[in-house]
């Protein structure tokens, strides 16, 4: 049974950092590419970021160089750290394990598998 558990939202000033996490468990976290969406009031779910097994990267536009995922293969987790962060980062964020990774000479994407978590809250203020 795939079971992923976020933690480390809230409520931060605009500016400030949030450091989230995510433990996963029923996959094999080594070899599995791991994602982080969001969701915010009336809009589609998007990706933020993604990890490959081997440490490659991918980051939605409007985060990069704010924020950056990374994995411990020791505790089956993945972080997201966010630094300078916006209101319009607001959101539900997700984690999303085992997605399919795909490549071509200079991008890498990720799509959603159907393994989520129930999702942490990050609120923005201005």
């Known amino acids: 049974q795939v079971q992923l558990v976020e933690s480390g939202g809230g409520l931060v000033q605009a500016g400030g950092s949030l450091r989230l996490s995510c433990a996963a468990s029923?996959?094999?976290?080594?070899?599995?590419?791991m994602g982080w969406y969001r969701q915010a009031p009336g809009k589609q779910r998007e990706l933020v970021a993604a990890?490959?097994?081997?440490?490659?990267?991918k980051y939605a536009d409007s985060i990069k160089g704010r924020f950056a995922i990374s994995r411990d293969v020791t505790k089956s987790t993945v972080d997201l750290q966010m630094n300078g962060l916006r209101p319009e980062d607001t959101g539900v964020y997700y984690c999303?394990?085992?997605?399919?990774?795909?490549?071509?000479?200079?991008?890498?994407?990720?799509?959603?598998?159907?393994?989520w978590g129930q999702g942490t809250q990050v609120t923005v203020s201005s």
């Open positions: 990890i490959t097994p081997g440490g490659g990267t």
């Open positions: 999303n394990a085992g997605g399919r990774i795909s490549k071509t000479s200079d991008t890498l994407d990720y799509t959603a598998s159907d393994y």
């Open positions: 029923g996959v094999p976290f080594s070899r599995s590419p």
